[in-house]
Structure formats: C-alpha cells, structure tokens
C-alpha cells in the first residue's frame, strides 16, 4: 500500500501502515543525530524544553551537506540509526510518531515503535541529492555548533520513504529474511 503523511501528524494517520508499505511524508520534520540526540536528552534530564516539541515529531536521521546557492540544502541523505538507539525509546515514549533513516534497529527500539503506535521509516540510502529534492525549505533551530549536526526544522514534500518498523510489531528486515528464505526452498 501507499500512504501519505501531512501534517499535522498524528498516530491515527499510521494505524494503518504496515511494513513494507510506501509513504510520502508532505510536512515539518526534524533533522537530529546522535550529537543533537545527545543533547536534546541532557536537555530533558536537567527538566528544560527541547528545541521541538517531540509530541508528534517526526525525526530524520541526516547530516546534510552545505547548500548550494538557489537550494534550501545540500545532499540528505539517512544517516544509519542504530547510533541514535540509545534515545529513541525515550523519545517515542514521549510522543514522537516517526523515526527515518536506514538500518536495522534494537530490540529496545522495536519495542519501544511497537508499545507507542509509532514507525521506523527507511530513507533510500545512497540517494542523498534525489532526497534534497523534495526539501523544500530548512533552517537550523538549535545546535548551530555541530555543524551538520544541528537541528534543523524541514519543509517537505512527497518524501519517498518505506516502513521498516509498525506499530503492530511488522519488521520489514524480518519479513524480508523470511520471504527469501522461503524462496529458495521452492
């Protein structure tokens, strides 16, 4: 199936996504890797506001590269998220709706996608300056000092995207593993 996720986002809009399913994202997302996650989390733990509300957050795993002049960005493409698995839970207990990037997540965060009604959304890896296309606008929001690495709040549209991880427990890369093997028995 095809889905299409605009904001405002909510977790009646993933009820339905099952892994494997196609996504278009059209809205606000936000730009956070492990430096920012890091941060964000010191930030929670000493009682203060993040630089966004995680409630019905989207976030994108991604170091983009500078913008050329003309363009909102550079190339974007995931980042590989197990580095931010360590926060996730934490954060998707807080509310947030969807995590992107690429690779394989911990059981942590399995559960963690699974107890909230959340997603895991696969960016196209090596696909980075067809990603920045659908970024419409960007402008970083906190962090300025990491570079890459800041926070950034995005503007999409039609971000190309496929569920990994749904809230009803679906693994794409389990699926995915078992679909092959199952071939070639046959």
């Not at 954060?91 to 947030?96: C, I």
């Amino acid at each position: 199936m095809e889905y299409r996720l605009t904001e405002p986002f909510t977790k009646e809009q993933l009820k339905d996504c099952r892994a494997g399913d196609r996504v278009l994202v059209t809205g606000t997302v936000y730009t956070a890797r492990d430096a920012a996650h890091k941060r964000i989390t010191e930030m929670l733990d000493r009682g203060e506001e993040p630089p966004f509300d995680i409630k019905n957050s989207i976030m994108y795993y991604v170091g983009p590269t500078p913008a050329k002049p003309g363009f909102p960005i550079g190339s974007a493409g995931p980042t590989t998220s197990y580095r931010m698995d360590a926060y996730a839970p934490r954060f998707l207990d807080m509310g947030q709706l969807a995590m992107i990037g690429k690779g394989q997540r911990s059981p942590e965060v399995i559960a963690a996608t699974e107890r909230n009604g959340a997603v895991y959304l696969a960016a196209i890896g090596g696909a980075a300056a067809l990603m920045a296309r659908q970024i419409k606008k960007a402008e970083v929001i906190a962090f300025d000092d990491l570079g890459a690495e800041a926070v950034r709040r995005l503007y999409v549209e039609d971000l190309p995207l496929t569920v990994v991880l749904d809230g009803k427990g679906g693994n794409l890369y389990e699926q995915g593993r078992e679909d092959y093997l199952k071939s070639l028995v046959k």
